[in-house]
């Protein structure tokens, strides 16, 4: 099927971001999403690899989808916790396994890693689907967050 990931180069911007605003069209529960927000994440992600990273899905050579990953040690898994903070699939690749595969090959990328964690939307009933299926479960603990001013 000729499906490989990369992580993100400059070139792949303009379809990074093209792609992170369908999904956010598409689950549109949480925050405004913004261009400058995907900038500073890019940025981030360029200055600091030890703490996220973005990987585009290429299929035959054409970008299919995208992952942003960011990573943090967690003392109650005694190590380090992949967060799959977004994962998106173009619906012209999906149901071909994309984003199956990557999700599989995160522990060859990260053999320090000890969990995977994502979220999903209450409502995205498909997404909570599909991570069921291949062995994700409720966590415990409810996920909570606080703002700060900036």
């Not at 995977?116 to 299926?133: D, G, P, V, W």
Request: hydrophobic share 40%; with cysteine.
């Amino acid at each position: 099927m000729d499906i490989t990931f990369e992580l993100y180069q400059e070139p792949d911007f303009e379809e990074l971001a093209t792609m992170i605003f369908a999904l956010y069209t598409e689950d549109p529960e949480g925050e405004r999403l913004t261009l400058e927000k995907i900038r500073l994440t890019v940025t981030e992600a360029e200055k600091h690899k030890d703490k996220l990273a973005i990987w585009i899905f290429r299929r035959k050579g054409i970008v299919a989808g995208y992952g942003i990953l960011n990573f943090f040690w967690s003392n109650e898994y005694g190590g380090d916790i992949v967060n799959i903070d977004e994962i998106y699939v173009k619906s012209e690749a999906r149901g071909l396994g994309i984003a199956t595969m990557f999700i599989e090959s995160l522990s060859l990328m990260y053999p320090k890693g000890c969990a995977l964690k994502l979220e999903a939307s209450h409502s995205n009933m498909n997404a909570i689907k599909f991570y069921r299926q291949i062995g994700f479960e409720e966590a415990p603990n409810l996920h909570m967050i606080r703002k700060q001013s900036r």
